[in-house]
């Protein structure tokens, strides 16, 4: 099991922005295939928020483009989420994943809660 361990939620008032970030084990982040946040609110399925592929592609919700940019920096063995002009539609559970080594092999970290308020 790889250790992905998320920070940076919280709550903040709509418009605002937030950054979490993902930490991988470095010892394997240069090989993982792809990484991704997705997001998970109250009553409703987990949905995929935005990827980001070991080459640096990137793709990202209809509903987040525009907004949220999803980064990495292999130096720190991190991924991050920027989040701009938050709306309470927003509000989510965020959880960062790791598809390693092969394809259907997934990671998921613990979540970070955002809330954002109207």
């Known amino acids: 099991q790889v250790q992905l361990v998320e920070s940076g939620g919280g709550l903040v008032q709509a418009g605002g922005s937030l950054r979490l970030s993902c930490s991988a084990p470095?010892?394997?982040?240069?090989?993982?295939?792809?990484m991704a946040w997705y997001r998970q609110a109250p009553g409703n399925q987990r949905e995929l928020v935005a990827s980001?592929?070991?080459?640096?592609?990137?793709k990202y919700a209809d509903s987040v483009k525009g907004r949220f940019t999803i980064s990495k920096d292999n130096t720190k063995s991190m991924v991050y989420l920027q989040m701009n002009s938050l709306k309470p539609e927003d509000t989510a559970v965020y959880y960062c994943?790791?598809?390693?080594?092969?394809?259907?092999?997934?990671?998921w970290g613990q979540g970070t809660q955002v809330t954002v308020s109207s």
């Open positions: 470095r010892s394997i982040f240069s090989s993982i295939n792809a």
């Open positions: 994943y790791a598809n390693w080594p092969l394809p259907g092999v997934d990671h």
């Open positions: 980001i592929t070991s080459g640096g592609s990137t």
